[in-house]
């Protein structure tokens, strides 16, 4: 700041001035130091002028950031039901499994009685014949003793 003309604790005083919003401050420029001057000016124009682009910049990036982290938590919450899904799904095809399971225990039940009603039906149908048998015997046999 001295080589533009001016104190430092000047210079500080005036910027702590337009932080605090106070923008009616004028700057007393040598007439020598006028070129320095608006070469610090336009280089500080320039540096803000870069700074807005990046700031911007950076507000497009952080928007886009927050874009796909509504998608991958859209993603992530699709994902999440899916597996849900997939767990009634499974539990379903337990319940089926074990349905199954009965069904063929009943059926093994129902194969049983019903080997065990032919045996049954063979044995009477046997004992039929063997009654008329003897009865056609009896007859035959009766007309000799008589």
Known sequence: MRQLGGEPHDAARL???MAQGDLTASIRVRPGDRDSVMACLQQTSASMEELDS???????????????????????????EAVGKVGKVVSTMRGINDSSKRIADITSVIDSIAFQTNILALNA???????????????????LRG
């Open 15 to 17: 910027l702590q001035g």
């Open 54 to 80: 990046t700031v911007t910049q950076n507000a497009e990036n952080a928007r886009q950031a927050k874009h796909t982290a509504q998608q991958a938590s859209s993603v992530a919450q699709q994902g999440g």
């Open 125 to 143: 149908a046997e004992s039929l014949r063997t009654q008329a048998q003897q009865r056609v015997d009896a007859v035959a046999v009766f007309p």
